[in-house]
């Protein structure tokens, strides 16, 4: 975890005033850690505009995740991933939600800490499977087919430090969304 800095503050405040001199809140971490239920919240409490990283990537290419992994494979994810996250942060003053693998490329992670404040969201394992296997909910995750726990167990090994550059880490297995919400505005 780096230094809390103030590089991710611009000249810019916000519509309500609650904050001073922001670019983005942009928020990481791994599948079912809650960065788009928590985007929700943050961006309704700052008045911002939430983007979901992975929302406009189903727009761009016209069909939902599954079908890209399936029909161009998962490096031909990862560039369109870059290439709409690149755009998403050329703009400033949004809450972005970003995908579970955004953090991966190099590239992705200094944009992410030039675009404005990186928050990483954590949830112990049993937490992650059940919000994201147990509820059915696996199905939108191409990288979770099969067996949903084993594929989450294999990712949290190969995945261990991907999150660590953030400037703000929030463990959210015993927290309710709106408490994780509370507990990122009060470190922004
Ligand atoms: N703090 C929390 N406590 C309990 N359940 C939560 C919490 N945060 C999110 N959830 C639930 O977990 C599930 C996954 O949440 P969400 O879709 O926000 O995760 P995500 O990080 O965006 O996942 P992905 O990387 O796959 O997009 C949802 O059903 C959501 O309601
Ligand atoms: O963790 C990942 O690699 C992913 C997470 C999701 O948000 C999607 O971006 C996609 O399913 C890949
Ligand atoms: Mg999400």
Redesign the pocket.
């Known amino acids: 975890m780096i230094e809390h800095a103030e590089s991710w503050k611009t000249e810019k405040t916000d519509v309500r005033g609650l904050q001073t001199a922001q670019k983005n809140i942009i928020i990481v ?10 985007s929700r919240l943050v961006a309704d409490r700052l008045g911002w505009v939430r983007v ?1 990283t ?1 929302d406009e990537i189903v727009r761009r290419a016209g069909k939902p995740i599954p079908a890209i992994f399936a029909n161009e494979g998962e490096a031909a994810f990862r560039d369109l991933e870059s290439r709409v996250l690149a755009r998403v942060l050329a703009r400033s003053g949004q809450v972005v ?1 970003t ?2 693998g955004a953090v991966l490329r190099e590239k992705n992670r200094r944009l992410m800490l030039d675009g404005g404040l990186v928050v990483a ?1 954590t ?1 112990d394992r049993e ?1 992650l499977i059940a ?2 296997a147990g ?1 059915g ?1 696996a199905a ?2 191409p990288l979770l087919a099969g067996d949903a726990a084993e594929r989450i167990d294999t990712l949290l090994r190969t995945r261990r430090n991907a999150y660590d550059f953030a400037h703000v880490a929030i463990d ?1 297995t015993r ?3 709106e ?2 919400a509370e507990e990122l505005l009060s470190r922004a």
């Open positions: 971490g791994f599948m079912g850690t809650g960065k788009t239920t928590v979901d992975d939600a995908g579970g969201l949830a937490s919000r994201v509820g909910d939108s995750r959210t927290l309710s969304p408490e994780v």
